[in-house]
């Protein structure tokens, strides 16, 4: 596995709802990643992006943030990357069903990962993800 330095970031331990600490520390790595995952930045083919991509979802697996329960994910249809509004009303557990959704459809289809950062859709979930915490972090306060 590659390991990747982390960018330099005061990260406050505390736990997203329904997460346990653990999973919480490995949600606050993957928003680290987000800068990596602007499309205008990324082309998907460089080693860089492969190692990010492979950290990404090494770290997402590590942390079981993984749900298997994404079948029934029906808004993933609604999830336009051009209206990053739609993004903003998820869940904290729907985004985690979206990344499952896109890390085992990659699997079958490759490259899928990357069009989903080429497409805006993996950096819109992070914002979400971010906000979140950002959201928790106040109430907690």
């Known amino acids: 596995m590659i390991r990747m ?10 736990n997203l709802p329904n997460l346990t600490a653990y999973q919480s520390s490995g949600v606050q790595m993957l928003i680290t990643l987000k800068k990596d995952f602007i499309p205008f930045n990324f082309n998907g083919n460089g080693e860089n992006e492969k190692k990010v991509i492979s950290f990404f979802i090494d770290t997402f ?12 994910l029906k808004l993933h249809k609604n999830l336009n ?28 289809m490759p490259d899928y990962f990357v069009s989903k950062v080429k497409d805006n859709t993996i950096y819109h979930l992070l914002n979400r993800l971010e906000k979140i915490e950002f959201e928790t972090k106040n109430s907690l306060l």
């Open 61 to 72: 697996c590590e942390h079981q943030l993984a749900d298997n329960d994404y079948m029934n």
């Open 81 to 108: 990357s051009s209206d990053s509004s739609s993004f903003y009303e998820l869940s904290l557990e729907n985004i985690l069903k979206h990344i499952t959704h896109i890390i085992w459809t990659d699997k079958v």
């Open 5 to 14: 330095s982390l960018p330099s970031r005061t990260i406050i331990r505390f």
